[in-house]
């Protein structure tokens, strides 16, 4: 019998709104904390600096608390770093993300069984 | 503070292959069942003959054993039914499907609460 898998997607919307937080805003995050800096942050990320300002922007409305605090200006153009509520929600979407990995073992496993006893 | 609700999407892929079973899919099995021909279900879901044969083919290839069952000719140009084998995968989709939408509603609370925590 072949094998199977399950996959998936996952993220967190605003209830009634859009989209709030999913894996490209999280590498986002990460790359802003990581570089200091959006412009860098998007660069790494082959996106436009006028999209990751549009996305820091709607983190920082969408979120509980503001995400990322950005300074303007000065040599290299102003930085960007983190706040708590930033660092807490990458913290909190890395344990979403990995209770979901061990929700997709769990059901491949499941399925696997379930699909291995099927008759013609 | 602003309501946040965890979101997905969920599937399965043959091992090391592409996608074998996903919402789509269930949904043509459904129409087949319920009209009784491949035609007919393609129609009803706006997809072309062509594609649903595509799709029907790929089922039974891909399956432990084949879910559809289609005869050629007569009146009406034949019928298509599923076999218990696509019985057994609708029912084991919709329990998979179920269990998905729990394990968002639990993680939507955890988020919930989570967020709610979240200081500047």
């Given at each position: 019998m072949p094998a199977y898998r399950v996959r998936g997607h996952i993220w967190i919307d605003r209830q009634g709104g859009g989209?709030?937080?999913g894996p490209g805003r999280i590498a986002l995050l990460q790359k802003i904390d990581e570089l200091g800096s959006i412009r860098a942050a998007a660069k790494a990320l082959n996106m436009s600096y006028r999209r990751a300002w549009r996305h820091v922007e709607a983190l920082n409305r969408e979120?509980?608390?503001?995400l990322i605090i950005t300074s303007i200006g000065g040599k290299g153009g102003g930085g960007a770093t983190l706040t708590p509520a930033g660092y807490a929600v990458l913290e909190i979407f890395a344990r979403l993300e990995k209770s979901f990995q061990r929700f997709l073992e769990e059901k491949t496993k499941d399925i696997q069984e379930e699909l291995s006893h099927i008759h013609p």
């Open positions: 989209p709030f937080l979120a509980p608390s503001p």
